[in-house]
């Protein structure tokens, strides 16, 4: 009984061997899945890898350095040339600017005229104040050939500057000095060239005088070449006393 239920026994299958065999055949799968993913990832990259490697860097190009020219040593005497061309350049120009009021004033050392008052105007009333420039005349200021013209009394009136203020001017020798003033407080000095007698047809006088700038102060005289006999009262000449600007 015991041996035919013996055989009976070995005939039943082992389902413990089966499951050991079963867990370890799902490993292998397991495993075996794993190392063809594995792979087939390592593959993929690798190939981006040589595509991303084999595309040459971009090259940058760097643009030429320029050498620069080393200027020249400015010389002291060219720099010192320079700043005093530069301060010339700046007188001419402030001396070119015209103020709002056109009076001068008038300095004769020879004749004792300190300051006086040169009014822009040429009638009789502001003659009889003192001395006056011709409207139609130039200034000092002026860049332009110019001649600045002024007219002043002999005798003149008592508490006026006009009092006798050129009674002496046929007294002036060449080589006087003359100064005109502007209301800018700038001086022109002026050094006289030349005196000389006309009637008053003789406008030529008041002209500018060519590559000068001059100033011509008149005063009136009894006839041509009567200065010093006869002081009035026909006044039918002239008396001109002419002086080149001093730079």
């Given at each position: 009984?015991?041996?035919?239920?013996?055989?009976?026994?070995?005939?039943?299958?082992?389902?413990?061997?089966?499951?050991?065999?079963?867990?370890?055949?799902?490993?292998?799968?397991?495993?075996?899945?794993?190392?063809?993913?594995?792979?087939?990832?390592?593959?993929?990259?690798?190939?981006?890898?040589?595509?991303?490697?084999?595309?040459?860097?971009?090259?940058?190009?760097?643009?030429?350095?320029?050498e620069k020219e080393e200027a020249p040593k400015e010389t002291e005497a060219e720099r010192k040339a320079a700043?005093?061309?530069?301060?010339?350049?700046?007188?001419?120009?402030?001396?070119?600017?015209?103020?709002?009021d056109p009076t001068l004033f008038l300095t004769v050392p020879r004749l004792g005229l300190y300051g006086h008052?040169?009014?822009?105007?040429?009638?009789?009333?502001?003659?009889?104040?003192?001395?006056?420039?011709?409207?139609?005349?130039?200034?000092?200021?002026?860049?332009?050939?110019?001649?600045?013209?002024?007219?002043?009394?002999?005798?003149?009136?008592?508490?006026?500057?006009?009092?006798?203020?050129?009674?002496?001017?046929?007294?002036?020798?060449?080589?006087?000095?003359?100064?005109?003033?502007?209301?800018?407080?700038?001086?022109?000095?002026?050094?006289?060239?030349?005196?000389?007698?006309?009637?008053?047809?003789?406008?030529?006088?008041?002209?500018?005088?060519?590559?000068?700038?001059?100033?011509?102060?008149?005063?009136?005289?009894?006839?041509?070449?009567?200065?010093?006999?006869?002081?009035?009262?026909?006044?039918?000449?002239?008396?001109?006393?002419?002086?080149?600007?001093?730079?």
């Open positions: 009984m015991d041996k035919q239920r013996q055989e009976i026994d070995t005939r039943r299958p082992n389902y413990a061997v089966f499951r050991r065999r079963r867990r370890i055949g799902l490993l292998l799968l397991t495993l075996l899945a794993t190392l063809i993913v594995v792979g087939l990832g390592a593959y993929l990259f690798s190939g981006t890898s040589e595509e991303t490697s084999e595309a040459p860097p971009e090259e940058v190009e760097t643009p030429p350095v320029e700043e005093e061309k530069a301060a010339r350049e700046e007188e001419e120009r402030k001396a070119a600017v015209a103020p709002d008052t040169v009014r822009n105007d040429d009638s009789e009333y502001a003659l009889d104040l003192g001395a006056i420039k011709l409207p139609d005349t130039g200034f000092p200021w002026q860049k332009e050939d110019t001649n600045t013209y002024i007219a002043c009394h002999r005798l003149g009136w008592p508490g006026n500057e006009s009092f006798q203020q050129c009674l002496n001017l046929p007294a002036m020798q060449t080589g006087d000095e003359m100064f005109l003033t502007d209301t800018l407080g700038r001086v022109y000095k002026y050094r006289v060239t030349e005196s000389l007698q006309v009637t008053p047809e003789d406008t030529w006088v008041k002209k500018p005088v060519e590559g000068k700038d001059v100033i011509s102060l008149q005063t009136c005289i009894e006839t041509l070449g009567d200065v010093w006999n006869t002081v009035g009262p026909n006044w039918t000449a002239r008396y001109i006393v002419q002086a080149e600007r001093v730079n």
